[in-house]
């Protein structure tokens, strides 16, 4: 059966059925594309009022001398017995995202160098965009090493020269 000057009225209809579930999937793409990804699962948006009670503590261990030892710090403004609160306090805001946690640990199956960093711990607690911080650090991978210096110089550089106590002496 054929139709003059047109399709097959079989071949007709299966055009049909094609533009039609095409232009489903378009409007599909259309509509998904135009939602940001991150919308579903990010938290909201850091508030002004939430920034007014950021304080942490952050404890280092084996990091050597001058780099060992407790520190306070409160942000907003930067203050407390941290050794650099006001770029502790400004690395903290840079690393602070919507829908990313500056304390994230390594996600699980990351693909880390074989590096070791050397003994140093770190722990941060308290209170950082409104949200509770209860973070542990080390240098046990290059993943971990990338995580630790992110987060200096809230956390010491263990790659510049150690500070030192006393000044050597110069003839």
């Known amino acids: 059966m054929t139709q003059i000057g047109s399709f ?20 599909v793409l259309a509509s998904v594309s135009a939602v940001p990804a991150a919308s579903a699962a990010a938290p909201p948006p850091v508030r ?20 060992d030892g407790t520190y306070r710090l409160h942000c907003h ?22 829908g990313r946690e500056p304390f994230a640990p390594v996600p699980e199956g990351s693909v ?6 050397g003994p140093a711990t770190a722990h941060i607690s308290g209170t950082w965009a ?16 990338d995580r630790w210096n992110r987060l200096v110089p809230l956390l010491p550089d263990l ?13």
């Open 159 to 171: 790659s510049a020269p150690r500070p030192s106590a006393v000044s050597p002496a110069r003839a």
């Open 130 to 145: 409104g949200r509770r911080v209860d973070a542990t650090y080390d240098r046990g991978d290059g993943c971990r090493i």
């Open 48 to 67: 002004v009022e939430d920034r007014a009670s950021d304080h942490l503590t952050v404890t280092v261990r084996h990091a050597g001398a001058g780099r």
């Open 77 to 98: 403004p930067a203050r407390g017995s941290h050794p650099d609160a006001r770029r502790a306090c400004d690395v903290l805001d840079r690393n602070t995202r919507w």
């Open 8 to 27: 097959p009225a079989r071949r007709s209809a299966v055009s049909r059925a094609l533009a039609l579930g095409a232009s489903a999937v378009l409007a």
């Open 112 to 117: 880390c160098t074989m590096q070791y960093g």
